[in-house]
T-cell receptor, first 115, second 109 residues
Framework: TAGITQAPTSQILAAGRSMTLRCTQD?????MYWYRQDLGLGLRLIHY???????GKGEVPDGYSVSRANTDDFPLTLASAVPSQTSVYFC??????????????FGPGTRLTVL | GQNIDQPTEMTATEGAIVQINCTYQ??????LFWYQQHAGEAPTFLSY??LDGLEEKGRFSSFLSRSKGYSYLLLKELQMKDSASYLC??????????WGAGTKLIIKP
């Protein structure tokens, strides 16, 4: 079982360029999330989607956009990258946004460097 | 504001026991999670507490006191492979996870 995959694994991007980070899960989870992880800070939520067709803003949404056209895919787009967006990006999914444990499952991450 | 505090780094000896503490102040509480993250890898789920008390899972146990805003993760019979960062996260009133910065655990032979 693939679980949750992300692409690319890593990327160096020139400031001002746009980029889409891809995330796909095969677990039929209804909720998906995008986090960034920076040294010394906890994971910070960028955007989330509770179900296909809906999205919401997390703690640090500025400069990022998402879409959720179907259950499996949840791409994250940087319209015009800036150096402060250098980070490791993790996509995650969970069976439901409510109820009991419903732990989140994480993809392997995308390491993005913006120069 | 919302805040999750845990020690930045801890060192322990192979075969010993270590306790990693986590204190939290969040808007609402709907469960507390512990995740393990090896360097360069994704976080993986370890435990979940929503009621006060101890949850045991093999060598790992997690404790919660909601009145004190406090949890700990207890790791017994430490192995070298337990060297990793341990992340504490609280699910708030919006059912979103608020994450601590993680505790890097170094295991020495």
């Amino acid at each position: 079982t693939a679980g949750i995959t992300q692409a690319p694994t890593s990327q160096i991007l020139a400031a001002g360029r746009s980029m889409t980070l891809r995330c796909t899960q095969d677990m039929r989870h209804n909720a998906m999330y995008w986090y960034r992880q920076d040294l010394g800070l906890g994971l910070r939520l960028i955007h989330y989607s509770n179900t296909a067709g809906t999205t919401g803003k997390g703690e640090v949404p500025d400069g990022y956009s998402v879409s959720r056209a179907n259950t499996d895919d949840f791409p994250l787009t940087l319209a015009s990258a800036v150096p402060s967006q250098t980070s490791v990006y993790f996509c995650a999914s969970s069976d439901s946004e409510r109820g009991d444990s419903n732990e989140q499952f994480f993809g392997p991450g995308t390491r993005l460097t913006v120069l | 504001g919302q805040n999750i505090d845990q020690p930045t780094e801890m060192t322990a000896t192979e075969g010993a026991i270590v306790q990693i503490n986590c204190t939290y102040q969040t808007s609402g509480f709907n469960g507390l999670f512990w995740y393990q993250q090896h360097a360069g890898e994704a976080p993986t789920f370890l435990s979940y507490n929503v009621l006060d008390g101890l949850e045991e899972k093999g060598r790992f146990s997690s404790f919660l006191s909601r009145s004190k805003g406090y949890s700990y993760l207890l790791l017994k019979e430490l192995q070298m492979k337990d060297s990793a960062s341990y992340l504490c996260a609280v699910r708030d009133s919006n059912y979103q996870l608020i994450w601590g910065a993680g505790t890097k655990l170094i295991i020495k032979p």
